[in-house]
């Protein structure tokens, strides 16, 4: 069964403006972790932010930031004030204490337009 | 250097033949993935070794996928009788025990002729 889901499979977004990637995930497990990678053209995996499940504030990294929900099963990645340079594949992904392996999301396409 | 090494970075093969790619992790990461990317996809997780635990195997999608790690090093993926369906990029990625990121290498982009 699918754990990750990510329903946009592009998006775009004018540059300086903000934008919301989903992330939706199913779990039985009280411990894991949520990741979120970016993959430019370039092909490499870049890691931008963790949310861990007990974690009582949402998680930032400069211009990112994490809306986790939850009650919802929700990890939605904010990307503030975007820039050309994000225009990339964006993966969701999650860890499950559990069992240990990283299951990734089919991810979101990002286009930002100038 | 530091990173996750993968080797080749690109092979092309004859339908049929045996291929092994090959993934240097992060000194001290004691966990191992690899995965499958095919063009313009997500990543399709394969197989994931941690210490000396039992490998999770449950995303070989066919017994020509095997992979072996020695100890906590080196970890060979093995395509026998590759098919063109084979054709992807294969990502291994490297993390310290069971928490924190994954450290991705660059891949082996596999060509299935």
């Known amino acids: 069964a699918q754990k990750i889901t990510q329903t946009q499979p592009g998006m775009f977004v004018q540059e300086k403006e903000a934008v919301t990637l989903d992330c939706t995930y199913d779990t039985s497990d009280p411990s894991y972790g949520l990741f979120w990678y970016k993959q430019p053209s370039s092909g490499e995996m870049i890691f931008l932010i963790y949310q861990g499940s007990y974690d009582q504030q949402n998680a930032t990294e400069g211009r990112y930031s994490l809306n986790f929900q939850k009650a919802r099963k929700s990890a939605n990645l904010v990307i503030s004030a975007s820039q050309l340079g994000d225009s990339a594949m964006y993966f969701c992904a999650m860890r499950e204490n559990l069992n240990n392996d990283m299951r990734f999301g089919a991810g979101t396409r990002l286009t930002v337009k100038p | 250097g530091a990173g996750v090494s993968q080797s080749p970075s690109n092979k092309v093969t004859e339908k049929g033949k045996d291929v092994e790619l090959r993934c240097d992790p992060i000194?001290?990461?004691?966990?191992l993935y690899w995965y499958r990317q095919r063009l313009g996809q997500g990543l399709e997780f394969l197989i994931y070794?941690?210490?000396?635990?039992?490998?999770?195997k449950s995303g070989l999608p066919s017994d020509r996928f095997s992979a072996e790690r020695t100890g906590e090093s080196v970890s060979t993926l093995t395509i026998q009788r590759t098919q063109q369906e084979d054709s992807a990029v294969y990502l291994c990625a490297s993390s310290r025990i069971n928490t924190g990121e994954l450290f991705f290498g660059e891949g082996s982009r596999l060509t299935v002729l």
């Open positions: 070794f941690q210490g000396n635990s039992a490998p999770d």
């Open positions: 000194s001290g990461h004691t966990a």
